[in-house]
T-cell receptor
Framework: KAGVTQTPRYLIKTRGQQVTLSCSPI?????VSWYQQTPGQGLQFLFE???????NKGNFPGRFSGRQFSNSRSEMNVSTLELGDSALYLC??????????FGSGTRLTVV | AQSVTQPDIHITVSEGASLELRCNYS??????LFWYVQSPGQGLQLLLK??????LVQGIKGFEAEFKRSQSSFNLRKPSVHWSDAAEYFC?????????????FGGGTRVLVKP
């Protein structure tokens, strides 16, 4: 079956702009979570959605937000981009008792 | 709060030699533990996971890990390394339940394989 699909793969944005990243989970998976990966901070949890509800949130500013649709697809949005937001953003889907499957990520570069 | 420590930032191993990557965790309840591998520019691939039961877990690509509750460790091993095993490896502990799912990762260990 198809894996976790993240689009786009690469993005270049300017400081102050906003960006929306998309994640399509594995069919049947209702939990979608997002992670930020940077060389300095490593892998950090952003938030998790389950059945269109945010169940858990990491320690990130309010500029980072997300949502999940009825088909379990999820989007995350970052407003007022800063240089430090440059990172690989990873999405993972889960069937709850089965572990987490990650997508290939979206590489965001803020200039 | 949960945390994961991978003491070794880099490990260099000769092809054909054995490999052991260390992972120590801190978690208040019974942990759910994972090992992931990441090739450059790619996402994370699950190698193996421990939820309960047998403390020696077999994974893909010939990897295994042993859960030791008394030592709060979940070390990853491979008897004979192949050049394709060069990558970065992450240990993670998972929180589950009504509060939602969340993984906390260690800092990663980069494995270099010498021919």
């Amino acid at each position: 079956k198809a894996g976790v699909t993240q689009t786009p793969r690469y993005l270049i944005k300017t400081r102050g702009q906003q960006v929306t990243l998309s994640c399509s989970p594995i069919s049947g998976h209702r939990s979608v979570s997002w992670y930020q990966q940077t060389p300095g901070q490593g892998l950090q949890f952003l938030f998790e959605y389950f059945s269109e509800t945010q169940r858990n949130k990491g320690n990130f500013p309010g500029r980072f937000s997300g949502r999940q649709f009825s088909n379990s697809r999820s989007e995350m949005n970052v407003s007022t981009l800063e240089l430090g937001d440059s990172a690989l953003y990873l999405c993972a889907s889960s069937l709850d008792e089965d572990g987490y499957t990650f997508g290939s990520g979206t590489r965001l570069t803020v200039v | 709060a949960q945390s994961v420590t991978q003491p070794d930032i880099h490990i260099t191993v000769s092809e054909g030699a054995s490999l052991e990557l260390r992972c120590n965790y801190s978690y208040g309840a019974t942990p759910y533990l994972f090992w992931y591998v990441q090739s450059p520019g790619q996402g994370l691939q699950l190698l193996l996971k421990y939820f309960s039961g047998d403390t020696l877990v077999q994974g893909i690509k010939g990897f295994e890990a042993e859960f030791k509750r008394s030592q709060s460790s979940f070390n990853l091993r491979k008897p004979s390394v192949h050049w394709s095993d060069a990558a970065e490896y992450f240990c993670a502990v998972g929180a589950r339940g009504a509060a939602g799912n969340k993984l906390t990762f260690g800092g990663g260990t980069r494995v270099l394989v010498k021919p």
